[in-house]
């Protein structure tokens, strides 16, 4: 493909015609000419995140909306609208680019959110896809509280969810090798799994005084990040950190740490009453744990077969050590 920005014949036939505004906050949505959109929130909080996908090569679409989404509901607040900027190696070819697009607009209908605008290029600058999305939400005003010692950290799903997905996807001979079919064929599905917007939904009518998306860093990351942004400290049982057999397969024959492995799909909450906060969670088929709780010693523990370890501030994800 030429350097510069796909034409206005090209996107009005891989992507305006195929979009259908869902939202009534949405006044002015993507098209040709518009350099701009338009949201109404009326009296309600308007949240705004942006995110880039610059670690994995396969699934990128659906990855660029559903972390984008999951930071707005790390808010407590429900997505409604998306602007999503594509770079485009000058290799692709157009059925590459519009893949990815049915990609995101598949994921953003799931999500019922709306693409209401964004930025095509293909340029010479990148070697791969590059997607970076940003994501507006609506958050109704709700009591807040504040975390405090003794309250306790829960997790959703499973750590690794999302690094585990990337390898099987873009690792896929190497992966089949240390996976039986049936555990590749699941842990590709996982890529499916990386959306947090019910369990930030799922919050608000609880006792919740934070929550964090474990993206890059992974489980102890996000603990040690929510622990420090909370000027305390906390203990973690390792034991009760939900993850997969397949994870740990992987983790295994990499090398690496799976609970300092990028997490998209897991959701990590300060409550002060987790057992009503995993009930409800576990009626909506979504898996939680009660993983640890918090101190006022500022250190950062994890616990392991009764060994206390001090848990480090987060490096570089796991996930570069397998992914050049």
Known sequence: ?????????????????????????????????????????QNDLFIISTDPI????????????????????????????????MLIPTYAKIKDVEEIIDDILLTCDENNVDLIGGHTEVTSSVNKFILSGVCIGRKEKRKEFLPSAGDKVVMSKYAGLEGSAIAALDLEEEVKNILTKEEFEKTRELINHT?????????????????HDATEGGIFGGVWEMATNSNLGAVINI???LILDETKKIAEHFGIDPYKLISSGVMLFITKNDKELINSLKKENIPASTIGYLTEEKEIYT???????????????ELYKIIK
Request: proline share 3%; net charge positive; hydrophobic share 40%.
């Open 239 to 241: 034991d009760d950190i």
């Open 195 to 211: 959306n947090v917007i019910k369990e930030g939904l799922i919050a608000r009518n609880h006792e919740v005084s934070l929550l």
């Open 54 to 85: 610059t670690g994995s090569k396969n699934g990128i679409g659906k990855l660029c909306v559903n972390i984008s989404c999951n930071d707005i509901a790390t808010a407590m607040a429900r997505p409604v609208a998306m602007m999503i900027t």
């Open 303 to 317: 616990i392991k077969n009764n060994k206390k370890e001090i848990l480090s501030p987060p490096e570089q994800d």
């Open 1 to 41: 493909m030429k350097n510069g920005k796909l034409s206005n014949e090209t996107l009005e036939k891989i992507l305006f015609n195929k979009i259908k505004i869902k939202n009534k906050e949405v006044k002015i949505g993507a098209g040709i000419g518009k350099d701009t959109a338009m949201l109404d929130f």
